[in-house]
């Protein structure tokens, strides 16, 4: 009986949590002006539009031109066209996979699995408009 109850509540946490998952809408995170924290401490400014996303980090300098292709509501694939940081080059036309796993109106938080993380890291990211 003991094993019976854990497998029920173990059923209706995992059903609870997948419908928790479905309610999030991040169609508000498909385009607009964004500010995410870089590991390095920079200040990564993010301008997103259908087809493409910029980013400027405030104090290297750098620049990116992602393209952005939704595969979901709530996930989408980077793919690396242009870059002005030498070191970043190398990953020209390859992709990273990311996930919105949580958000609130103003900001969400997004799991990205790139090459030099293949389990995953979360970022926090703002949305400014």
């Not at 854990?6 to 209706?12: E, H, R």
């Not at 997103?48 to 939704?70: A, D, T």
């Not at 036309?93 to 799991?111: A, H, N, P, Q, R």
Request: proline share 2%; charged share 25%.
């Amino acid at each position: 009986m003991r094993y019976i109850s854990l497998i029920l509540m173990l059923f209706c946490l995992t059903g609870y949590s997948q419908t928790e998952t479905q309610k999030l809408n991040c169609i508000g995170y498909h385009k607009g002006k964004f500010v995410m924290s870089a590991p390095e401490g920079d200040e990564i400014h993010i301008k997103r539009k259908r087809n493409y996303q910029i980013e400027k980090y405030h104090l290297s300098g750098k620049k990116h031109k992602f393209k952005i292709e939704w595969t979901g509501d709530c996930e989408y694939i980077l793919t690396l066209k242009k870059t002005t940081s030498k070191r970043n080059q190398s990953f020209v036309g390859k992709g990273l996979f990311c996930t919105i796993v949580s958000g609130e109106s103003d900001y969400y938080s997004v799991m990205v699995i790139t090459p030099e993380h293949p389990k995953g890291r979360k970022c926090e990211v703002t949305k400014l408009r």
